[in-house]
Antibody
Framework: QVQLVQSGSELKKPGASVKVSCKAS????????MNWVRQAPGQGLEWMGW????????EYAQGFTGRFVFSLDTSVTTAYLQISTLKAEDTAVYYC????????????WGQGTMVTVSS | EIVLTQSPGTLSLSPGERATLSCRAS???????LAWYQQKPGQAPRLLIY???SRATGIPDRFSGSGSGTDFTLTISRLEPEDFAVYYC?????????FGPGTKVDIK
């Protein structure tokens, strides 16, 4: 079945880096863009941007430029989110979400990866 | 950036009652680009409604969406115990994609 499986929770110190993976299966990976969404503890959903899984083109939302990098490994149908120079305010659940260009919505989500930044 | 405002912030209702959730946009959104999601504690969001009024696969018909322009509504005709959750609207007619702050539907 169609699914997005993300890597497990991470505990990092301020200044460190983290790389979250999102493994897609059950569909043609290059047919759907992959988006990333952040949810800070007790807060709402915040769109971080997207990567075109066919061309590799990227768009980062305001506030997610510089320290945030989206990438792909199409050979293993996996998308990645790397965050460098982590700060306490990066503590959040990070979701990957598949974008349906037919429905103009996120029709499949990963289970989320909790990233905790604490000294 | 299109700002989405949801009201009320919290809706306290009993099972069997009707829930009406509002999503208002700061500027007009094409109906094609308005979606609703449900999120339960500890879970990822789930797509309920896309294109303002179309139910996603497997979504019960007690969920319905309506609206156009700047005013959209999600209606749950009769609340089931599993419907108590947070609901978010989202638009992607104009970049950046934005979400509303959410409406929590809790048990009265």
């Amino acid at each position: 079945q169609v699914q997005l499986v993300q890597s497990g929770s991470e505990l990092k110190k301020p200044g460190a880096s983290v790389k979250v993976s999102c493994k897609a299966s059950g569909y043609t990976f290059s047919s759907y863009s992959m988006n990333w969404v952040r949810q800070a503890p007790g807060q709402g959903l915040e769109w971080m941007g997207w990567i075109n899984t066919n061309t590799g083109n990227l768009e980062y939302a305001q506030g997610f430029t510089g320290r945030f990098v989206f990438s792909l490994d199409t050979s293993v149908t996996t998308a990645y989110l790397q965050i460098s120079t982590l700060k306490a305010e990066d503590t959040a659940v990070y979701y990957c979400a598949r974008y349906s260009s037919s429905w103009y919505a996120f029709d499949m989500w990963g289970q989320g990866t909790m990233v905790t930044v604490s000294s | 950036e299109i700002v989405l405002t949801q009201s009320p912030g919290t809706l306290s209702l009993s099972p069997g009652e009707r829930a009406t959730l509002s999503c208002r946009a700061s500027q007009s959104v094409s109906s094609s680009y308005l979606a609703w999601y449900q999120q339960k504690p500890g879970q990822a969001p789930r797509l309920l409604i896309y294109s303002a009024s179309s139910r996603a696969t497997g979504i019960p018909d007690r969920f319905s969406g309506s609206g156009s322009g700047t005013d959209f509504t999600l209606t749950i005709s009769r609340l089931e115990p599993e419907d108590f959750a947070v609901y978010y609207c989202q638009q992607y007619g104009t970049s950046p994609l934005t979400f509303g702050p959410g409406t929590k539907v809790d048990i009265k």
